[in-house]
């Protein structure tokens, strides 16, 4: 390990043995120190506690192992309110159970559309074509069928009637030739009287249902066949639209229904594995830190604020850090620009821990931002060789010293003897005469109080401090 020399007394011892306001150059020790904040944390062997849900929101806690305990293999470390959940897994599992049904009775019903589809097709088709058939046959044949049989049912009963109006004259005028009219004669008279009475009778009601088969029956049954041949015609034309479309519908809805218990089922599975998160236990031996601790930083804060019970820890968001026993300790700090820039890789120095600044701890430079963080520090990351006593916890700081220049014979003066002009900078050099001129100088590092000087000055040479 590289000690810390003491090269920062000589600039004091040399300016006091020069009088006031005036230094002589010598050549000189010069070097550049660095001290800054580290924080101790684990090389990569930690498990951020994370909720990443897939569809549960409520995560209330319900029991939190307080920040920095030690831990063993498989002690809860958190623990989430789960009733809430649960319900919703037994009313999930009903209901895809139920979804299920209802998907396999939606298949069965449209296979069944499908195979009686046809049928009613069929059925709905033949009845159109029987009503055309109907009315065709009615126009153009039964219609005058049946005017004509009534007209001759018409012309039948005239003809009975004239008959039997004949035959009672003939008989009238027969039996008038005797002088005495027997009671059989009677008889015969009185029953074809009757019988006369009977046709005129008949003729009536032939008359009557002549007049109501043209007028009203005949009219009546055309008018419906042709509604009955116009209104199959139109459910045939809607059936051959709908029955297709009702098809094309329920094969929709089967395939809605199939989505909807898939998504079902992976909701339930998403939910399944959410369950699952409402306990994080320590995976091994080790200690139990309240904030995540990623990229270099341990984060508290807002999020540490959360883990009490009733809290509601942020989702998809690191909020705890489970540090395993066996995890080995580095150094990180972000550092400013300034500082960065004047280290490099493989840089040693020592670390002191606040309170035991009597135990040095060796440090080397192992890695080094070359781009800044967004906050515009620079990432350092150190090993550290520990020592057994004292034993840094995790999220520990350390203060981190090094030599990041040295010369072991270099020109140095007090920084404010140097003025920086447009021809750049310059020193009020005393002349042997005792007057004094402005040379310009060519400036390196600085450290604290002091400049470097690489040329533009001689050993020897007397340069006035404001």
């Known amino acids: 390990m590289a000690?810390?020399?003491?090269?920062?007394?000589?600039?004091?011892?040399?300016?006091?043995?020069?009088h006031a306001g005036e230094v002589t150059i010598e050549p000189r020790p010069f070097s550049v120190e660095k001290s800054f904040n580290t924080t101790a944390l684990p090389t990569g062997d930690c498990v951020l506690l994370k909720l990443d849900p897939k569809v549960w929101k409520d995560f209330t806690v319900t029991q939190v192992t307080p920040h920095g305990s030690k831990v063993a293999k498989g002690d809860v470390l958190v623990r989430f309110d789960s009733e809430a959940i649960d319900k919703k897994l037994e009313d999930s599992r009903r209901a895809l159970e139920a979804g299920t049904l209802a998907l396999a009775q939606a298949g069965?019903?449209?296979?069944?559309?499908?195979?009686?589809?046809?049928?009613?097709?069929?059925?709905?088709?033949?009845?159109?074509?029987?009503?055309?058939?109907?009315?065709?046959?009615?126009?153009?044949?039964?219609?005058?069928?049946?005017?004509?049989?009534?007209?001759?049912?018409?012309?039948?009963?005239?003809?009975?009637?004239?008959n039997q109006r004949e035959e009672l004259k003939q008989l009238a005028k027969m039996y008038e030739a005797d002088d005495i009219t027997e009671n059989t004669e009677e008889i015969i008279l009185v029953r074809q009287q009757d019988a006369v009475a009977a046709a005129e009778f008949a003729q009536r009601m032939e008359g009557l249902d002549h007049k109501r088969t043209l007028e009203i029956t005949l009219p009546r049954e055309a008018k419906a066949l042709a509604d009955t041949e116009r209104d199959t015609a139109i459910a045939l034309k809607k059936a051959e639209a709908d029955i297709p479309r009702s098809i094309e519908l329920k094969k929709l809805e089967l395939e809605s229904l199939?989505?909807?218990?898939?998504?079902?089922?992976?909701?339930?599975?998403?939910?399944?594995?959410?369950?699952?998160?409402?306990?994080?236990k320590a995976p091994a031996d080790g200690w139990f830190y309240h904030g995540p601790i990623e990229n270099g930083r341990w984060t508290t804060g807002k999020i540490v604020e959360t883990l009490v019970p009733h809290g509601h820890p942020p989702a998809h968001a690191a909020f705890a850090t489970f540090v395993?026993?066996?995890a080995k300790l580095a150094l990180v700090s972000f550092l400013d620009e300034a500082t960065a820039r004047s280290l490099k890789p493989e840089l040693t120095g020592a670390a002191t821990l606040p309170g035991?600044?009597?135990?040095?701890?060796?440090?080397?430079?192992?890695?080094?931002?070359?781009?800044?963080?967004?906050?515009?520090?620079?990432?350092?990351?150190?090993?550290?060789t520990w020592p057994k006593e004292p034993v840094p916890a995790a999220g520990a700081t350390a203060q981190v010293r090094l030599i990041s220049y040295q010369q072991a014979a270099a020109i140095a003066i007090p920084t404010k003897a140097l003025n920086f002009t447009a021809g750049g900078w310059t020193v009020e050099v005393k002349l042997a005469d005792g007057k004094t001129e402005r040379r310009p100088v060519k400036r390196g590092r600085v450290s604290k109080d002091d400049t470097e000087i690489l040329s533009g000055l001689e050993a020897g040479q007397v340069v006035v401090v404001p």
């Open 324 to 326: 395993p026993g066996a």
């Open 356 to 384: 035991r600044e009597d135990v040095e701890i060796p440090v080397k430079l192992l890695k080094l931002a070359a781009t800044p963080c967004p906050d515009g520090t620079y990432r350092a990351d150190f090993s550290a």
């Open 3 to 18: 000690r810390l020399t003491p090269f920062h007394i000589l600039p004091a011892l040399i300016a006091a043995a020069s």
């Open 108 to 162: 069965q019903d449209f296979a069944m559309l499908q195979e009686t589809s046809p049928n009613k097709l069929d059925s709905v088709r033949r009845a159109a074509d029987i009503a055309k058939e109907e009315n065709t046959y009615f126009t153009q044949v039964r219609r005058k069928a049946a005017e004509d049989n009534a007209a001759q049912a018409l012309r039948r009963s005239d003809q009975i009637l004239s």
């Open 258 to 280: 199939k989505t909807a218990n898939q998504r079902a089922k992976q909701d339930l599975v998403d939910l399944e594995a959410d369950r699952t998160r409402f306990e994080f």
